[in-house]
């Protein structure tokens, strides 16, 4: 896109372990779901250990990052890998998680983002929005609930954040996952990881030591004639230093390249 292989820069991302920030979950999440999109098989290295990863890093109550919009994107991630080993059992306590995080009023966490994203995530797994009734109302209710009159979704909250709002309940309202919106296509050409060039540090003349003028030499075999200084040596290294070094031309810039 625009000469830019996103997908070579998610792959170049990767450091073996883990992508980006390793705080946060969501960068392995989108990138195997879509690895997984962009023609990476199943037994690539690549998708094997974010998997790993992301099912290592699930909580004991099911979610990821103890958030129903990630939960809800993890799923997603998952299921594009949904006949590998504990993967299976990961989706369907996370699907239970996202049970829990259902309020009252039909949606989840009482969000319009949760929510969007919850839906995304029943659909995916193949259910009905009637097998999610709370009170007589159905997550997709609730969005419809919350809309304001200009069409848009949380109408409290800023411009910028109204316009994700209602993005994320488009897809949701066309019952429609991440699965479904991306398309699949071959896995293309990845070149080599580009690294930055190092600067190189500028040259420096050696400090040369003053001698102690009161150091004895002695008849002592061990000291090795080439190593004493006499005073005429030490003249003539003063007089080296002093002697002004000629003017350097400042080193060429080195262009680094970041491709990231």
């Not at 946060?24 to 990476?40: P, S």
């Not at 419809?144 to 309940?169: K, N, V």
């Not at 040596?233 to 491709?259: D, F, G, H, I, R």
């Amino acid at each position: 896109v625009g000469g830019t292989n996103y997908i070579e820069q998610i792959v170049h991302a990767f450091d073996g372990e883990q992508i980006g920030n390793p705080d946060f979950i969501n960068e392995e999440v989108f990138a195997l779901l879509i690895l997984r999109k962009a023609g990476f098989a199943l037994d690539d290295k690549l998708v094997q250990t974010l998997m790993n990863y992301i099912l290592d890093d699930q909580n004991e109550n099911g979610s990821w990052a103890q958030s129903t919009d990630m939960t809800a994107a993890a799923i997603q991630a998952l299921l594009t890998v949904s006949n590998q080993r504990n993967v299976l059992p990961a989706i369907e306590r996370a699907e239970q998680y996202l049970r829990a995080q259902q309020t009252e009023y039909g949606g989840f966490n009482n969000s319009e983002f949760s929510t969007a994203w919850g839906i995304q995530a029943i659909h995916a797994l193949g259910k009905s929005a009637a097998d999610w009734y709370k009170n007589g109302i159905t997550p997709p209710e609730y969005l419809g609930h919350r809309q304001a009159e200009d069409g848009g979704l949380a109408e409290i909250m800023s411009l910028d954040m109204r316009l994700w709002a209602t993005a994320y309940a488009v897809p949701a309202a066309l019952k429609k996952s991440w699965l479904q919106l991306l398309s699949e296509f071959p896995k293309g050409e990845i070149g080599p990881k580009k690294e930055k060039l190092a600067e190189k540090e500028p040259e420096t003349t050696p400090d040369i030591p003053e001698p102690e003028s009161n150091q004895p030499l002695g008849n002592n075999s061990d000291v090795n004639p080439d190593q004493i200084q006499t005073e005429e040596k030490v003249e003539e290294q003063k007089t080296l230093v002093a002697e002004p070094a000629p003017e350097l031309s400042a080193p060429e810039q080195l262009t680094t390249e970041n491709e990231r």
